[in-house]
């Protein structure tokens, strides 16, 4: 008697830990893609946050806030990067900042789009290449994403 029960046991034993494999197997790697997805976007952040620095401190501000040193002497004010979700319903404009960003949308702060404020950083049309694999053009829209997504970071 005891040896079918021990069988039964067994069995499902062996069973649970098959089924327990399988969904780990299928699981975990979603899981550790995920953590991986967030790690490359903190990642992308903080790079986005070092290119704010170089590029858009001196007229948005350190807390991006259009106070930035430059700003008093602009005729047109810069705008507070930290309410665009708010001035957007709750929504983060991330395409109409793109293209504010490339110059595909002029704003009279930035500058005419044959020469923006910041050169051809930015511009996604941009094909000197950067001494890497990267073409100038794929720089640029790296750039531009990360910049986007650091202002997305910011929104209060």
Not at 18 to 36: F, H
Not at 71 to 92: H, I, Q, V, Y
Not at 106 to 127: A, I, N
Request: aromatic share 8%.
């Amino acid at each position: 008697m005891k040896s079918a029960e021990n069988r039964r046991n067994w069995a499902a034993w062996w069973a649970t830990s098959v089924v327990l494999i399988l969904t780990a197997t299928a699981v975990v790697p979603q899981l550790l893609g995920a953590d991986q997805a967030t790690e490359d976007k903190a990642f992308f952040v903080a790079k986005g946050r070092v290119t704010y620095r170089v590029y858009c401190i001196n007229c948005h501000g350190a807390k991006a806030m259009g106070d930035g040193t430059l700003a008093e002497m602009l005729t047109t004010k810069p705008s507070n990067l930290t309410k665009l979700k708010t001035e957007n319903d709750a929504s983060f404009p991330a395409d109409r900042v793109r293209d504010i960003i490339d110059g595909r949308e002029g704003v009279r702060g930035h500058g005419m789009k044959e020469m923006p404020v910041w050169g051809d950083v930015f511009q996604t049309s941009s094909l000197e290449p950067s001494g890497s694999d990267e073409s100038g053009e794929e720089r640029s829209k790296r750039k531009v994403h990360e910049l986007v997504l650091y202002l997305e970071s910011i929104q209060e």
